[in-house]
């Protein structure tokens, strides 16, 4: 969304247009930089996955990678290096190989530890060619913003709105193969019954446990914990079946 999802309804005037999303991929064919802020019930890294996933789909040419900001420590570009060791684990790059085409997401961004902004700040001005996807609590939004534009680097930014119905269409699409609208009712009745957060991860666990344990589709301990627990167990059994799911 174009503003924080809290004040949205402050923003809407009865009879006017209505608040269209924005989407962080078409933010990134215009700018270098999105800053994306959630708050921390709104699944923020899952968020950032799902963007670097939804971006590899639409361009494979540019190799996703998701670092923690904490790995930002001391030292000559330690970004860089953070990088090459999420990198690593896609491809093998030689130590003093130039970086291929990336979409960086940065997940905890935090500018009030200045050094380490500083750093990733250096890092983005001396790439411009790749591209960065900033994740952080909404109220370090705007420092991060005026940071990224103070090193003339070029940004913009948007805040995550609960996981909806077309989001969660695609996610079931891509983990089952085919469209289920049916199995999509399910979850958002499920998520709406309990109060359970709309995060992409819960939903993907979800998705998976009422696919292989029908007892979830009556919605019997259908808490988070227990979600969790049974997808937990569905990726630890041993029996080697093939589900619809591809797990």
């Avoid at 860089?80 to 093998?92: F, V």
Wanted: glycine residues 8%; aromatic residues 6%; proline residues 7%.
């Amino acid at each position: 969304l174009p503003m924080p999802w809290e004040g949205l309804g402050a923003a809407y005037e009865p009879g006017g247009k209505k608040i269209a999303r924005v989407d962080p991929i078409e933010m990134l064919e215009e700018h270098q930089c999105a800053v994306l802020a959630g708050g921390h019930e709104t699944g923020l890294t899952s968020a950032l996955l799902w963007t670097l996933d939804r971006h590899f789909d639409l361009d494979p040419t540019r190799f996703p990678v998701h670092v923690m900001y904490e790995e930002v420590g001391p030292g000559r570009d330690p970004l860089d290096r953070a990088i090459r060791k999420s990198l690593n684990r896609l491809t093998n790059l030689a130590p003093d190989a130039d970086l291929p085409p990336l979409l960086v997401a940065i997940d905890d961004v935090d500018p009030g530890y200045s050094k380490s902004f500083r750093r990733v700040l250096g890092h983005i001005s001396s790439h411009p060619d790749q591209r960065y996807l900033l994740g952080c609590v909404p109220e370090k939004a705007q420092a991060i913003l005026d940071g990224l534009e103070g090193a003339g680097i070029s940004a913009t930014r948007g805040y995550l709105a609960p996981f909806g119905r077309r989001e969660l269409k695609s996610l079931v699409e891509k983990i089952v193969g085919t469209r289920d609208s049916a199995l999509v009712d399910r979850v958002l009745d499920i998520l709406g019954r309990v109060k359970m957060p709309r995060t992409p991860f819960l939903m993907a666990a979800l998705v998976v446990v009422l696919i292989e344990a029908e007892e979830f589709a009556r919605g019997e301990s259908a808490g988070e914990t227990a979600i969790l627990n049974s997808y937990a167990a569905l990726m630890l059994r041993t029996n080697a079946r093939t589900s619809r799911t591809g797990l």
